[in-house]
């Protein structure tokens, strides 16, 4: 792992023959607000994950974009989670430009009789703005990681119909796992096929978590994940080591947490419950205390009249 840049945030990129080779750990006070503090939601999520977005876009710009022109680039919209990585307005504040927007619709199945098992189908889209020659930026929280191959093997499907070529695809990930990033490799042998002088970017926040045998939970403090030691520092001064491991998830339901909030507030307040019925440390139980106190907070604050 080597920092390779270093200002408002630290760019870490990792050389691991089973990830993608332009893959970096982006480390910023911005995405630790979120990521170290799952029970907000709505628009104190929204509003801090347009600094995140910044930060992606900046990162993106000095690796990828430089030369590049906006009528050659486009953001593929993941419906509906996608929406909420606010990646137009990175680009935006960074180019003061808007971005072309392409959007798919794509819901992730369980596959019956597995445990953690996922499938996923694309059920709309409109690509009317996929340029030719194109660089494609992605912003998809990733688990498994069965709905950005779906995804991504639907894009690349549209690039041949239309006798297009891609350049770069880049995908940014607030979330992503150890499993995930691994499947990623899988798809940058895909694209490497169909378009072998294409390029493949994965950016991600804070590190690589580990995926618990649900699909879905992604954890902090486990064996496999791949972190820079500031992650592991923050972690440890956040939440402690059993928190570190214990943590439900480190976005619960990104979709629920970005546009349903209610919803959200109680899913982490039942979660909060269960823990404060545990023996916890000391600090543990501050943390998860502080965390309830905010949800139920933010949570009456929606039902007081507009």
């Known amino acids: 792992m080597q920092l390779v840049f270093e200002n408002e945030y630290r760019a870490y990129k990792l050389s691991d023959e089973k990830l993608p080779g332009n893959t970096y750990i982006l480390c910023s006070e911005y995405a630790s607000d979120i990521l170290y503090r799952p029970n907000i939601a709505g628009k104190e999520l929204q509003d801090r994950m347009e600094d995140v977005a910044e930060i992606f876009i900046d990162a993106v710009g000095r690796t ?3 030369g590049k022109k906006t009528s050659q680039t486009t953001e593929l919209i993941f419906l509906a989670g996608g929406l909420y990585y606010q990646l137009n307005h990175g680009f935006k504040e960074k180019y003061n430009k808007a971005i072309p927007q392409c959007f798919l619709g794509i819901k992730r199945q369980r596959i019956e009789g597995t445990e953690g098992g996922f499938t996923a189908v694309a059920t709309y ?7 030719d020659n ?3 930026i992605i912003g998809d929280t990733i688990a498994t990681g069965a709905t950005l191959q779906k995804g991504i093997y639907h894009l690349l499907d549209s690039f041949g119909e239309r006798n297009y ?3 770069n695809l880049v995908v940014c990930s607030l979330a992503c796992s150890v499993h995930g990033a691994h499947l990623m490799k899988e798809i940058e042998k895909r694209v490497k096929r169909d378009f072998p002088d294409a390029n493949v970017y994965l950016f991600v926040a804070e590190e690589l978590f580990h995926l618990m045998p649900d699909g879905t939970d992604l954890r902090f403090l486990y064996p496999d994940a791949i972190m820079p030691d500031e992650t592991r520092y923050r972690i440890l001064k956040t939440y402690g ?8 998830c480190a976005v619960f339901d990104w979709g629920t947490r970005c546009k349903n909030p209610i919803k959200h507030y109680h899913e982490f307040l039942e979660f909060a419950s269960e823990m404060l019925k545990r023996d ?3 600090k543990s139980k501050e943390v998860i205390t502080k965390m309830e106190k905010e949800t139920k907070q933010a949570l009456a604050e929606l039902d007081k009249p507009l």
Request: proline letters at 4%; hydrophobic letters at 40%; charged letters at 35%.
């Open 241 to 248: 080591e059993y928190l570190g491991k214990e943590m439900k």
């Open 165 to 167: 070529k891609l350049e």
């Open 64 to 66: 990828v974009l430089k």
């Open 125 to 131: 889209e409109n690509f009317e703005s996929l340029p």
């Open 134 to 136: 194109a660089t494609v």
């Open 280 to 282: 916890l440390d000391a």
